[in-house]
């Protein structure tokens, strides 16, 4: 029940730094801007201490994790794909092309005996 409170309290900061900033119009946008920020950290700070925000954090913590044991490629591979994907996409629309032009030649010229003017 507590987390509950925690969360809602957290949900509640947030949504009183957004309104803080259409509250200050009339006052500097880093004034506004602030607002919106600490209202933002007052509800990390918050829901941090709730158990669904511990969750977060440890899987956003293995998220990074494994996100650094990722192999990215390098740029000569990144541009041999694109090129090898543009490459298809060219044969597939001159596939495309070819299919559909001998589909309206076959229907409208010798099935059905229209010509085009």
Not at 12 to 33: D, S, T
Not at 64 to 82: C, D, I, L, Y
């Amino acid at each position: 029940m507590a987390d509950k409170f925690k969360f809602a309290l957290a949900v509640l900061l947030l949504v009183a730094g957004i309104a803080g900033f259409y509250l200050l119009a009339e006052q500097a946008m880093i004034l506004r801007v602030l607002a919106v920020m600490a209202g933002t950290a007052l509800a990390v700070a918050v829901a941090w201490r709730t158990e669904q925000g511990q969750r977060f954090f440890v899987f956003a913590r293995e998220s990074a994790t494994e996100a650094k044991k990722v192999v990215w490629p390098s740029r000569k591979e990144t541009m041999q794909t694109t090129g090898m994907v543009f490459a298809f996409v060219v044969v597939m629309a001159v596939f495309l092309w070819l299919t559909d032009k001998s589909l309206e030649w076959l229907m409208y010229d010798l099935v059905l005996g229209w010509r085009k003017s």
